[in-house]
């Protein structure tokens, strides 16, 4: 089966400004989820270099979450697995 | 309450990135832009209006190169002016900039329109002051004579009773911010022992320390020799091992780092030397940490009868500077660590010329365009300085002054002071029934200080991955 994908922008610039918490995300994750998600760390993914876009940054299944915080990453998460889009 | 996770530190640290990126790039022209860049036309302003937002922005900005609101004597002076003379923390630790203060009303409990003006008003029976009065249907508190005992708050069922903090003096644990004249809020210098907990919980954003990073940025600049003294707490700071923090502080031109870890072994050595003699008198008034410069500074200012138990240990710090000027006699030498009141401690040393946070230290790594997991591992010590680790957290003087003197020791140990951990801690002053008092201004120890860059849990969970 397919998982979910989240990646966590580990680069230092989302690191200092908010997303320190985010690679933790594991730890809130709802005990039924955890089988169907699969929750990888990147190195700097390059948003931030454009000036307009707000870190920290995650992709749940390839769609960009900016400002990211564990509480909007669930609920993309929540929106995914309801849909079932699974990564391609 | 600090806000833990919230815009003001995620901004002031953003600010700090684009003032370090432009002097590092020598184009402080362009300091007068950042707050239009912040705040261009068009978006929602988080106060009355973006004129105001980007007011706010030049003040903090000022804040961070040195300069408080009156220092301002022209106000067309442009923020490149003030970055080309940026002056540290010296004169200005802590800036409180009333543009932004909100000026909130003063801590009381106000009714909200939830009341319903029943008829068993058990705000108005309980209250032991007979401050509660019903107008037009709805409950009404005097605050002439209203105590502030909270029991209307706790007895209405429809939760109508609020508490309505003035966030900056609920925090504070000396009582060293208060309304002056003019309805802002203000900070005593005299009072004031730099915890840092006012600027984390003003929601406004409006307390701002000053840094010393663009006078550091400088002389690197200028080739000379500036050495990196780094507090045990980094461990955590950043999802990377020791070794290549280390080797990112290298990459952003710190010509040479030195662990402070090693002097908070030689402070864990010393001051179990002065427990030995203590331990021999009849009657052990108990032996108080010297390391928190905060709980120094708050005895000082406030329990002075207390001055005698102090430790005469100097802190980690200033013993690992007495190790550096040894070795590096004409280095500049800055302290790089999570807390505020360092600052303070880092002016009374004459080794010490800078003191840097952890925020400061990510914002410049950022402003070099730095990867931290990228970074050639670097290390220090063939020996690590493990008593001395030990240091950043709440308990680990205390365990590191047991261990060396090889025996269990009666320890009273204060993480985090607030006005609950000093009444107890009075208590227990007086009690003398400690051998050690292991004081740490906040809570969890130093990797709970006022400016770091991950909370104290997360740091610890990062250690142990
Ligand atoms: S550091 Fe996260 S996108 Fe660059």
């Known amino acids: ?88 | 309450m600090a806000l833990r996770k919230s815009n003001t530190s995620i901004i002031r640290k953003d600010l700090m990135i684009r003032i370090f990126r432009l002097i590092l790039q020598e184009k402080t022209e362009e300091l007068d832009r950042i707050p239009l860049l912040l705040k261009p036309r068009g978006r929602d302003p988080w106060r009355c209006c973006l004129h105001k937002d980007r007011a706010v922005l030049k003040y903090k900005i000022m804040s961070i190169l040195g300069y408080a609101e009156e220092d301002e004597t022209d106000e067309l002076t442009p923020l490149s002016w003030y970055g080309e003379h940026a002056r540290g923390s010296q004169n200005r630790y802590l800036n409180l900039i009333s543009e932004a203060c909100s000026n909130c009303p003063s801590a009381s409990y106000v009714v909200t329109n939830l009341c319903r003006g029943c008829e068993a008003r058990p705000c108005q029976v309980n209250c032991p002051k007979n401050s509660i009065t019903f107008k037009n249907g709805q409950a009404f508190i005097d605050t002439e004579t209203c105590v502030s005992c909270g029991l209307c708050m706790r007895n209405c069922p429809y939760n109508a009773i609020q508490f309505q903090p003035r966030p900056c003096e609920e925090v504070c644990p000396v009582n060293a911010i208060s309304t002056n004249a003019e309805g802002h809020e203000e900070i005593d210098m005299e009072k004031c022992i730099l915890c840092g907990r006012c600027m984390q919980s003003c929601p406004f954003g409006a307390i701002i320390p000053s840094s010393d990073v663009p006078q550091i940025i400088q002389d690197i600049k200028s080739e000379t020799e500036v050495v990196a003294i780094v507090a045990p707490a980094i461990a955590g700071q950043f999802r990377a091992p020791l070794e290549q923090i280390y080797g990112a502080i290298k990459a952003v031109g710190f010509t040479s780092l030195y662990e402070v870890a090693e002097g908070a072994e030689l402070t864990a050595r010393q001051e179990a030397d002065e427990l030995v003699e203590l331990l021999k008198q009849s009657e052990n008034p108990g032996l108080m940490s010297s390391c928190c410069p905060a709980w120094v500074d708050y005895v000082e200012k406030n329990q002075p009868s207390w001055c005698s138990s102090i430790s005469h240990t100097p802190s980690p710090m200033v013993l690992s500077a007495i190790e550096v000027r040894k070795i590096h006699p004409n280095a500049k030498i800055a302290f790089i660590g999570p807390c505020l009141a360092k600052k303070g401690e880092a002016r009374k040393d004459p080794n010490v010329n800078y003191a840097m946070s952890f925020e400061e230290l990510g914002a410049l790594i950022v402003a070099h365009g730095v990867e931290v997991a990228e970074q050639d591992p670097y290390s220090l010590n063939e020996n690590v300085p493990e008593l001395g680790r030990n240091f950043a957290l709440s308990g680990g003087v205390a365990q590191s002054v047991s261990t060396l003197l090889g025996m269990e020791l009666k320890v009273h140990q204060v993480s985090g002071l607030n006005k609950e951990t000093i009444r107890q801690l009075k208590r227990a002053v007086k009690d003398k029934k400690s051998d050690f008092f292991e004081v740490m201004c906040c809570e969890g120890g130093c990797v709970g200080g006022a400016q770091t860059l991950t909370s104290a849990s997360e740091s610890v969970r990062i250690i142990n991955s």
Not at chain 1, 41 to 55: E, N, V
């Open chain 1, 1 to 88: 089966m397919k998982k979910h994908t989240v990646v966590i922008c580990t680069g230092t610039l989302c690191h200092v400004l908010g997303g320190s918490e985010l690679p933790s995300l594991g730890q809130s994750l709802p005990e039924a989820w955890r089988d169907l998600v699969n929750i990888k760390g990147s190195p700097c993914m390059g948003y931030c270099k454009d000036g307009a876009m707000q870190p920290p940054f995650v992709e749940v299944n390839g769609e960009l979450i900016q400002e990211a915080s564990v509480s909007k990453v669930l609920d993309c998460l929540e929106k995914h697995i309801a849909h079932g889009t699974k990564e391609k």
